[in-house]
Every structure is written in structure tokens, then in C-alpha cells.
């Protein structure tokens, strides 16, 4: 099939879930009690997500520097964070765009490979999934509700996700070391492929699995657990914090435990692969506010809108800027993400 036609479907099937989970998130609303509820609100509150959210974001940079360690020793903080904001501000605008274009980001100013920066990117998803079934494993601690009754597909979705993710990790990490297998099998897939495509095939996949070298360097492993949890954690008090804005601590006492909840249940909207997760992130927020908590729908609508907005605005405009600044061009990530599409 055409990489534009495979692109086109990609893009219109994100817009039919877009618009789907947006529909059924605020399907019944009244907007405009909503309306009100977003005129009383606190954004003090809502606005202090936002360097809560730059600082987990600023730590993710910080892990991925261990990431690439093998690849290329002392990676400048800056470069990291610009490619990391560049990659989650072109996610807003096209599903999944992020994940070509901070490899590109990043190769650009530190010249380091793409297809190995990739799989430093396909490993952090990989940690991410990982991180949100532990967040799934830690609910029954901290909230005794009809939990399986409101979402009997949770605890499955969880294990099915992070089942499939270990497998992946562990055939690209078998395959890192067991590089002779993967030379076989390149011969038998690239030789009917000139000698010039067949070595840039051979290239590509080696320069992947070397993204996978960090593994080999057991001395980074703490501060790559550390800075996971640390992640995570700076999501969760994000949560906390918005709670406040919206009166949710003081009436209704909602607390930390309530905002890993919540986080955690959010979390399976950012797995659709929707722009920015609008849509998905909204229908989950509210249902569980109003399902596991007795929030009022439009108080949930409420905070589930403001809280993506704060994210959604406030990394759009920032990766603008570092767009800008690191002269990227629109032109050469497209030419990328077709070449990608084109060698799937």
C-alpha cells in the first residue's frame, strides 16, 4: 500500500477516535453549567501543573542521557530536553509524530544515529507501559471501591500490555546480543536488494540495537529506576494539585492516593493513539472521577478539560519555540517520517 494512503487512513482512523472519545467523555453535559464550573475555577492551581509536568520532563531528559550513554557519552541536557519537547509537541499535532521526530531532533545536534536514538524512544515507551501497570497493581492499596465491577477490562488490558512489552524487550535485547543471528537474517531478507540498500538496511537495524546497549551497563540501572518513579511520581502530584483547583480536596477529599488513581486510569488514554491523547485522556479522566469517586459529572468534565489544556497548551507553545530555535524544517521530518513509513 502507498505510504501517503497508509498515512492518510492513520491519520483519518485518529480523528474518528478522536471525536469518538470526545463525544462519549462529554456526551449529556451541560455546557453551560460547565461553562461556569470553568469560570470558578482556581487556575493558580491548574497553572502550577505546569512546572510540575516541565520538571518531570526535564527528568525524563536526564534518563534518557543514561539511555544513550553507549551510543555517545555527555549529551547536553539542552539538546535532550529541546528533541524531548520537540518530540511530545509534534505528538499533540499528529498521533505518534513525536517518536520519528525527536530521533531526528536529537541526531541534528548531537550527530548522534536516528535509528539508535529511536530505540532508546521505543525503550522509554516500553518503561512507560511498565510503569503503568505497577500504577494498576498499587490501586487496590490505596482504593477499596468497586473497581473491577466499573472496569473489568483494567487489570487484563494491563497484563496483556505489559506481557507483550517484555517480549518485545527481550527479543531486541536477545537480538543486541546475539548480533550474528541478526546478520543471517538480514541476508535472507535484503538479497534480492541491491548492495547499496542492502547495507543501508544492515546499518539501520545495527544502529537500532545498538539503542539497546544501556543494557549492558548494569552501573546506570539505579538512576534509571530512580528517575523512572521519580517521573511518575511528579505525574501523580500534577493530579493533587489540579484537585485543588477545581475544591476537589476540601470538598470532597480527594488526596494523593485518589490522584494516583486517577493517573493511572488516565494513562490508558495516552496508549490511543489520538493527538496529544485529546479525546481518550478526557473519557477516562471522567469516568473515573464520577465513577470511582462520586464527582459531578461537570465538575469532572471540568477538570479533565483544564487539565489537558494546561499540558496540551503549555508544551505546544514551548515545543514551538524550540522548533524555531534548533531550526528544524517541517519538509525534512515529513521526508523522514515517509522514508520510515516506506521501509514498514
Do not use: C
Amino acid at each position: 500500500m502507498n505510504s501517503k494512503i497508509k498515512s492518510f487512513l492513520k491519520y483519518f482512523l485518529s480523528v474518528i477516535l478522536t471525536f469518538g472519545f470526545l463525544y462519549f467523555a462529554f456526551r449529556g453535559t451541560d455546557f453551560g453549567k460547565l461553562y461556569e464550573i470553568l469560570l470558578g475555577a482556581n487556575y493558580w492551581w491548574a497553572l502550577a501543573m505546569f512546572p510540575i509536568l516541565l520538571l518531570s520532563h526535564a527528568i525524563r531528559a536526564w534518563r534518557w542521557r543514561y539511555l544513550l550513554a553507549p551510543v555517545k557519552k555527555d549529551l547536553k541536557f539542552q539538546n535532550l530536553f529541546s528533541a524531548l519537547i520537540i518530540g511530545y509537541m509534534m505528538n499533540n499535532i499528529l498521533p505518534r509524530a513525536g517518536e520519528l521526530v525527536r530521533p531526528y531532533a536529537i541526531s541534528k545536534s548531537e550527530n548522534i544515529s536516528r535509528s539508535a536514538a529511536f530505540a532508546t524512544v521505543v525503550v522509554e515507551r516500553i518503561f512507560d507501559i511498565i510503569s503503568f501497570m505497577f500504577l494498576i497493581a498499587l490501586i487496590p492499596a490505596v482504593y477499596s471501591g468497586p473497581l473491577t465491577e466499573i472496569f473489568p477490562w483494567l487489570e487484563e488490558t494491563g497484563m496483556w500490555l505489559t506481557s507483550v512489552s517484555f517480549i518485545f524487550l527481550g527479543v531486541f535485547i536477545f537480538l543486541m546480543i546475539r548480533r550474528d543471528i541478526v546478520m543471517r537474517i538480514l541476508q535472507i531478507l535484503t538479497r534480492r536488494l541491491s548492495e547499496k540498500k542492502a547495507k543501508l538496511v544492515d546499518h539501520i537495524v545495527h544502529s537500532f540495537l545498538d539503542g539497546f546497549l544501556f543494557f549492558k551497563e548494569r552501573k546506570n540501572y539505579f538512576v534509571i529506576f530512580v528517575t523512572s518513579i521519580l517521573v511518575w511520581g511528579l505525574y501523580i502530584m500534577m493530579m493533587y494539585v489540579a484537585f485543588n483547583a477545581f475544591g476537589l480536596v476540601e470538598n470532597n477529599n480527594l488526596d494523593l492516593a485518589a490522584a494516583l488513581v486517577v493517573q493511572a486510569i488516565s494513562s490508558i488514554g495516552i496508549l490511543i493513539p489520538t493527538p496529544g491523547a485529546i479525546g481518550p485522556y478526557h473519557y477516562f479522566t471522567i469516568q473515573t472521577l464520577t465513577k470511582l469517586y462520586g464527582i459531578e459529572y461537570t465538575v469532572a468534565a471540568s477538570y479533565a478539560t483544564v487539565t489537558h489544556a494546561v499540558g496540551f497548551i503549555g508544551i505546544t507553545l514551548l515545543g514551538i519555540v524550540y522548533f524555531l530555535k534548533d531550526r528544524l524544517k517541517v519538509s525534512e521530518i515529513m521526508k523522514e517520517k515517509l522514508e520510515q513509513n516506506s521501509n514498514r
